[in-house]
Structures are given as C-alpha cells and as structure tokens.
C-alpha cells in the first residue's frame, strides 16, 4: 500500500543537483526584463506622470501607466479578490510605499533601471494613517472614499447571551495582545512571465493558485477564461504570499504592449517587502470563568491591518473571527473582527493565516487564566478542550476531534508533570505549552484526471503545486493506492490551466484532504473502468471482479486475472481515463457567525522548555515538542517534516520578525534587518508527534504547528521569570524592560 | 576597463574556471558572479534569495570556500576556482553528500538545497569530524524558510558517520 509510506519525493535528485526548473530559470526567445516603478510616499495624488523619455530609450520596448487603460478596449483596471479596489498600476492616488506606478520593459535589466529612472512623477502628499485601531477612529486620513472609516469588513459572531455568562463568572480577565506587519519571506521571491498571441495569454507564474490567476486575468482582459493559460513550475516556498493573484496582472498588461515578446518579472527582495505581507492584529479577549476553570463567556474584538487594498482580507477576516476562538467549550461566545485599510503594502493569507496572531492572543491569555487561578495551565485547558460531538461557537457540530491527544503527547513530551529544574546563576528555565484550533476553506473544490497508458504508466493530472510540502509525491501514492498501481508506476502533470483541470488553491492545508478525495473518486471510477474493459476478456460479470495491485482478477478466484496493461492492449485502447472532484460549501450567517465554517478542523499543540538570560533579555528556546491531528498519514516522512518546518517557521514572528516601519516606510527591507530563523535558532531536541486516524480522512498538515509556537514559548517565559509579555516579537529589548518593570513593582 | 559607454558600464572580457572548465567571457563591468553564472553559464543552482549576502541561497566554493556569489563581482572571480552544485555530480553519480541530504529528506523547496550542500562540502573538507554546535555555527549562514535544519543537520552527521 503506498499510502501510509515513507517514500523520497520523486523529485530529490532536481532538488539536490539544482535543476529544480524555478519560475526564474525561465528562458523564452525574445524574451524581455521587466523593472517596476514604485511610489516613494504611503498616500499621495499623482498630479504629475511623463513617461515619453523612459519610452523613447534604446533598448526599451513598452512602458505602462495608468493611462494604458484608458480607452473602451483596454483591460479594467481595477481588480480585487471581493471588492475590485486595487488598480493594476497607481491611477491618480498612491496609498502605499512601493506600490507599483509604472513599469517597464526592456532588453536587458541595465536598461529596464535606466528607464525608470526617465519616468516623472510629481506626487502631492496627503496624510497617512498605519495602525489599524487608528484608522478606524474619525478624523483619521480616508484611504478609500467607499469606507469613510476605514474599515471594509465587519464580520460578527454572535453565540449565547455574552452578559448573562460574564455574570455568571466568579472571574473576568481582559488582555490585548498585538503583532507586528511581517513577511512570508520566502526564499524565491515573487515571479511571473507572460506572453500575448492575438488574445491569447499565457502566463507562467510561481503562484500557489494557477485557476484563481486565471481567472482574474480572463476579468480583467475581457477574455474567455480558456484564453488564459497559467503554467507553474515548483515554487521556492510560498507559505500563502503566492496564494492570491499579486504581480501576474502588471506583467500581463505590460506584455500587452511588447508586440507578442514574452516578459518575465522577477521581484528582488526589498520589493517583497512591499507586495505582501502578514496582517498586522491588535487583539482584545475577555473571558468570564469559574473558580474551578470552566470558561463561561469569551469576548474578542479583533483588528486587522488590511494595507492600502482589500485584497483577500474580505475572506480572511472572517476566517478569523473563526478562528479566534480557540478550542474550547464556551456557552457565551461574541466576537467582532474588522478589516481595516491602512496606509502600508496589502495584507494576504499567512501561514496558520489569522491563527497565529488569534492563538498569540488566546493561548497567552489562557495562561493568565490559569496563573489567576493557582490552577495548572494543562489542567485548565483538558478541563475546557472541545471534544468530538460538542457545538462549536457557530453551531457547527465537530467531529474527529484530538485536542486533547495534541496537548497530551507535547507535554509528555517536554516533562510537564515532572519537576522543575533548579536554577542558580542569571539563566531561568520555564516551560510553557499551547494548542490551537483552525478551520479550512468552507467553500472549495479539486477536480483531478487519472491516465493510465498500455505500458500501465499512470498519470494523474493535478492543479495542486508544489512548493516542497511534497504535494506531488504524497498525491502520486493516493492515486497509486486508488487504482491500484505500483507509486513507482505514477507520474504527476501540472498545474498547467490547459492540461490538468480546475482547483481552487494550493493553500489553507485543503490540498490532502480535497485533492486527495477527488483522487481517491478518480481512482475508484478507473477501476471499474478497468473491470468492465476487463470482464468481457476474463469472461465474467464485472460484479465478480476485483481490481488491485495491477490486476483485475475473478474475487473468488484470485489466480483468475489479466494486468492492467493487457487488458488495455487486448481492448485496442492506448489509454483509459478517469476524472474525479471533491467538493465543500459552507458559509456563515452574516449578523451571527452560524453556519458551517469548515469541512473539518486543523488541530495542532506544541510544548516547550526555554532558558531566559535576565541580565540580557535574550530567550532561548532549548526543547520544543510538537503534535498535530494528521488523519490518515500519506507519507510519515514529509509529515513530521511539515511539523519540524512549522516550528522552526514559527520561531520567526515569536522572537524575530518585525516589519518596522516610520511614517509609512518600511525601514527593515532586507533579510539581514529582518532576521528570520537560522540554525542558530533551533532548539537542541526538537520533536514531531502525528495524531493518526489510520481509518480517518486525508487531513492537511502545511500549518498546524505553527500557531502554538508564539505562545507555548511566552507561557515558558511567564514560568522562567513571571513577566507577561503581549507584543510580538519576544525580543531581548522587551524581555529585559519587562523586568526591570517587574522588580519596580 | 575602458569608460563607461552609452551611460552603461564597459564590457570586460575575463575568463572563469568553472567546475573543472574554463569559460572565456564578455560581461559587463558591474555583473555579479551568481548573475553571471546563472544567465551566462545555465548553472541555476545557485539562486538570488536577498541580494546582501545573508541568506546564503547563492553560496559557491571559490577556492574551496562558501562564499556568497551575489557580493561578487564577475571580475573578481577571475584566477580563481569556482564550484557550483552542478560540479558536485560525477560520471559515477550524486556526491556523498547529496546523496545524505536525499536520503535525510533534508530539504522541501529545496531553493536553499545547493547552498547548504556547497557549505556542508567545504566544512567537511576542512573537518572530516565536525562536532554539533560548530555544524551549526558554519551552516547559520545558510537559511532555510522551510525549516528544514534538523534534517539538514541529520545529512551531515550520518555523512560525518559514513567516513
């Protein structure tokens, strides 16, 4: 059985010699370099654009400006995931620093600079607000006149009677906890290519969501979707910053103008830091509870830094209002998350997206509940756990619930129940643990194909990318297993819009469970297919026929069977196919948060021991113990991968990472001013548990470590040295003044 | 190096060793190495992943040792050796190292991959018996946004193991 395996990704040998084929290797003939002009101001008026020098320069074949979309024919200009606020170039207004203005295209890099050195811009400044609380108060500066507040999403929870269970708690507890802008910072940054023949466009991009490009694209061109071709190769890592449209739109346009040449944009990573970014939240949670612990009342008011446009926020909000719960039984729950413009670069889906600041909040507040308390922060959190057949604060009944697994296996794990070390000397030690709960897309689906040829190679066609999760081997071993082939027999095509069929998104942890599905459909139709080619040769009724390991055999006489590929060549065919789609929808009452919000729950704890130098503030995470809920284990290898990876990713936003900026410029722009984890920063003993359901659904695994990182290392903190810290990242800076704060009292 | 010609940098003839073989080229001035190597020579396993020499994406041996590709300019590279990823691989197959790093699963992406295993060859050639932290301390230059690290440092140990 190749499903439940431990195979090497098929790829391992690209991925270690460096033919890896990246979006950036891409070399077509005629090819042209595109260069991007970008706003030096967070909010101004263009008054001024001439780009007639930069256009007449040798070398330069087009130049783009909002005046390319002018005219009855041209593509619209604005675009948007829900609501269509982004231009494609800046058109009259500038709302952030670096959003594109121009763009170029030129033979060779040199002069695509030059050229865009030619281009006059005269801005009017007008006053920028940053903070998301701040933009929603009156008075501050109006981003988008539709939104005289600011704020385009309000999204609303409303469970139980909120007064009646905050009465009826012996305590209430009320902390706001704040993260900062950040980075997807991927290695590979953005990249995308694209070439016009007549209406014709095909685009090669390193996107996570090659039908989502499509179809924006096909919008905003005025074109048949089927005009439109997405190609992707392996991404460099994309952790949600290429799980939307981003750059293929400006590089469309502008290949529009080339006369058919191909133009290919690269972005370098100082305009990373200005294409996306990781929603900045400030985060209110009350909580009403007993003396023994039970929770009776949660309150949270979410605020979400959106950027300059509405980009998926009107998607994300929402999620997580859902998300800010946490994985407990509450009877009165109230929750309001809003999205709000600011004056800074757009924000999109996130790695663990909105759960990694919702779990900041609530896992760290949890603590503060249990310490008030005298009670043991695992015991308050077993005593609370939502378990399988409980209501979720949207009236979504759960199922396969493994919370209290997760928490379990961590903090065996790390040696809660044991005893303490002793500590001399300025280095405390303290553990601390957290466990988190997410939902995935309510609404999606995955189509896939299924080929397999009379040599009895299978191919499956999949718009699933991969971008090193190993999606393309894990989904090769569920399609071997489905038809019954040998893994080493299975190729995987795609994503390519014009060959492998529709999926929504390679993001929110959907791509084992959705994808898998459809190609577990997919796999059953071949094998009937297979039996009924098969039953008129081994002259028996289908019903009486069985298809696996590559045979299709008589089911009460075994030795009675033709291989796959006989019975392909025997029936004269070159090839049998099968498709298969798996499909969700859900949705939630606007005014209430009911309804159904996810297909099922993404469930992950982590469990941590840490040493706080006081004298320097600095915190060192020495053990780190991670569990998630997996389902059913497709390949054990790449799935403790994706634990260990979701760690050592979240070590990043816990104690390093912080887009800083000053009046609306970003002034960490680079990854030496923007530390993200290295070696260094790894824990000595860092270890993976999967929660299996041998008999269970495909789960995804891309994200469920991840949230628990940030608090189960604050909780450790709190247990070192008793200093509660509320902003992230945990540096040495706010550690130390944490201190000296605390001796004062 | 004659003047600046038409407002861009004059072009230079300079000739690289390059994984065993020797390149005669005509660049312009300013080009960096991994730009160079990338565009010129196809060798895209070294890649641009910041630009300031901190992520260690673009990681080369020049005389045997890591350096970072995208701080040096072409020109400077002249006279000396170069080895990227694609000189690792030999008629009789992987370099020991990147076959550790297949069978650790020491990698995801793997847009770091090349720059690790370069690091790993070099510190191995140095010490054939690193131990643990200065394993970690040599490769802090190379980063992984997967977090692939621990499987990383399992690739080099069993190799360390294997000698």
């Keep these: 059985m190749a499903v439940g395996k431990t195979i090497p990704v098929f790829d391992a040998i690209a991925r270690v010699n460096g033919s890896i084929p990246y979006a950036a290797n891409l070399k077509l003939p005629g090819m042209l370099v595109a260069k991007v002009l970008r706003s030096p101001l967070p909010h101004a008026r263009i008054v001024g654009l001439n780009a007639a020098a930069a256009e007449s320069l040798p070398g330069v074949a087009a130049v783009l400006t909002a005046a390319d979309f002018e005219s009855p024919d041209s593509p619209a200009l604005y675009y948007g995931m829900s609501l269509k606020d982004q231009p494609i170039v800046a058109h009259e207004q500038v709302r952030y620093t670096g959003q594109p203005v121009a763009l170029v295209a030129a033979e060779s890099a040199e002069r695509a600079e030059a050229a865009l050195a030619q281009i006059e811009v005269d801005y009017e400044e007008l006053p920028g607000v940053y903070d998301a609380v701040e933009a929603r108060q009156p008075g501050a500066p109006v981003l988008h006149e539709a939104y005289p507040d600011n704020c385009f999403v309000h999204a609303k929870l409303r469970r139980g009677d909120l007064a009646a269970g905050l009465a009826e708690a012996d305590d209430i507890i009320e902390e706001t906890f704040t993260s900062p802008l950040a980075q997807h910072a991927a290695l590979e940054p953005h990249v995308a290519a694209a070439q016009w023949q007549a209406d014709r466009l095909i685009v090669w991009s390193a996107t996570q969501s090659p039908y989502l490009v499509r179809q924006t694209l096909a919008d905003i061109f005025g074109l048949p979707a089927g005009h439109v071709r997405v190609i992707v190769p392996p991404l460099g890592g994309g952790y949600g910053g290429k799980g939307h449209i981003r750059i293929e739109p400006m590089v469309a346009a502008l290949a529009r103008k080339t006369a058919g040449r191909p133009v290919k944009l690269i972005l370098s990573r100082a305009e990373e830091f200005v294409t996306v970014t990781k929603h900045a939240a400030t985060i209110t949670i009350k909580t009403g509870f007993k003396r023994d612990g039970a929770l009776t009342a949660r309150q949270v008011t979410l605020y979400w830094n959106a950027g300059a446009y509405a980009d998926v926020s009107p998607v994300l909000v929402p999620a997580g209002m859902v998300r800010s719960i946490g994985p407990y039984r509450i009877p009165a729950v109230w929750v309001d998350s809003y999205g709000v413009y600011t004056n800074l670069p757009p924000a999109g889906a996130f790695r663990g997206a909105m759960s990694s600041q919702a779990a900041w909040a609530y896992e760290s507040h949890m603590d503060t509940i249990a310490r008030q308390l005298g009670m043991d922060p695992l015991e308050l959190r077993l005593k609370n756990l939502l378990r399988s057949g409980d209501l979720f604060a949207t009236g979504e009944t759960l199922h396969d619930l493994h919370f209290a697994e997760c928490l379990e296996a961590v903090a065996e794990g790390i040696g809660w129940r044991e005893a303490r070390p002793a500590d001399s000397g300025p280095v405390k030690r303290g553990r601390g643990l957290a466990v988190m709960m997410k939902s995935t897309s309510p609404t999606s689906r995955s189509e896939c194909r299924l080929k397999i040829a009379e040599n009895a190679q299978m191919t499956l066609f999949t718009s699933t990318v991969e971008m090193g999760q190993g999606a393309h081997t894990a989904l090769a071993q569920i399609a071997a297993e489905a038809a019954g082939v040998a893994v080493e027999q299975v190729k995987v095509t795609g994503p390519d819009t014009a060959v492998t069929p529709f999926d929504s998104t390679t993001s929110a942890s959907r791509s084992s469970g959705m994808m898998g599905s459809a190609i577990l459909k997919a796999g059953a139709v071949l094998k009937e297919k297979l039996i009924e080619a098969g039953a008129p040769l081994l002259e028996y009724a289908p019903e009486e026929l069985r298809a696996e390991a590559g045979y299709v055999f008589v089911a009460a006489q075994p030795d009675q069977r033709l291989s796959y590929a006989e019975i392909l060549q025997r029936n004269g065919l070159s090839a049998l196919e099968a498709a298969g789609e798996f499909a969700t929808k859900g949705g939630l009452d606007p005014e209430t948060g009911q309804g159904l919000s996810t297909p099922h729950w993404h469930q992950g704890a982590g469990a941590c021991e840490v040493a706080v130098d006081t004298d320097t503030g600095k915190v060192t995470v020495l053990r780190y113990h991670a569990a998630s809920f997996a389902g059913r284990v497709v390949n054990p290898q790449l799935a403790h991968l994706q634990n260990e990876g979701n760690v050592i990713f979240g070590l990043g936003p816990a104690l390093l990472e912080e887009m800083v900026t000053d009046n609306g410029q970003i002034i960490n722009t680079n990854l030496s001013d923007y530390q993200i984890p290295s070696f260094l920063d790894t824990p000595l003993e860092l270890v993976s548990t999967l929660v299996e359901s041998a008999a269970g659904e495909f789960h995804g695994i891309g994200e469920m470590t991840l949230p628990p990182v940030a608090p189960a290392i604050a909780n450790a903190v709190f247990d070192a040295v008793g200093v509660r810290i509320r902003d992230l990242p945990m540096t040495p800076e706010k550690v130390l003044r944490a201190l000296r704060q605390a001796e004062g009292e | ?163």
Excluded at chain 2, 7 to 26: C, D, H, K, R
Excluded at chain 2, 87 to 95: N, Q, S
Excluded at chain 2, 107 to 124: D, E, K, M, N, R
């Design chain 2, 1 to 163: 190096m004659k003047d600046k010609v038409d407002g861009f940098m004059a072009e230079l003839s300079l000739t690289l060793q390059v994984n065993g073989q020797i390149y005669p080229l005509t660049v312009s001035a300013e080009r960096t190495l991994l730009d160079v190597l990338r565009e010129d020579l196809g060798l895209v396993g070294a890649r641009e992943g910041c630009g300031v020499g901190m992520c260690g994406a673009c990681t080369v041996l020049l005389n045997d040792q890591p350096i970072s590709s995208c701080l040096m300019l072409a020109a400077q590279a002249e006279g000396a050796t170069i080895t990227t990823v694609e000189g690792l691989e030999t008629a009789d197959g992987l370099h020991p190292v990147q076959q550790a790093f297949i069978d650790q699963a020491a990698f995801q992406c793997a847009y770091c991959t090349p720059g690790f295993i370069l690091s790993a060859v070099a510190l191995l050639k140095q010490q054939s018996q690193p131990d643990d932290q200065v394993i970690r301390d040599y490769l802090a230059g190379n980063l992984c946004r997967c977090g692939s690290y621990g499987n990383i440092f399992k690739a080099v140990k069993t190799f360390e193991e294997l000698l």
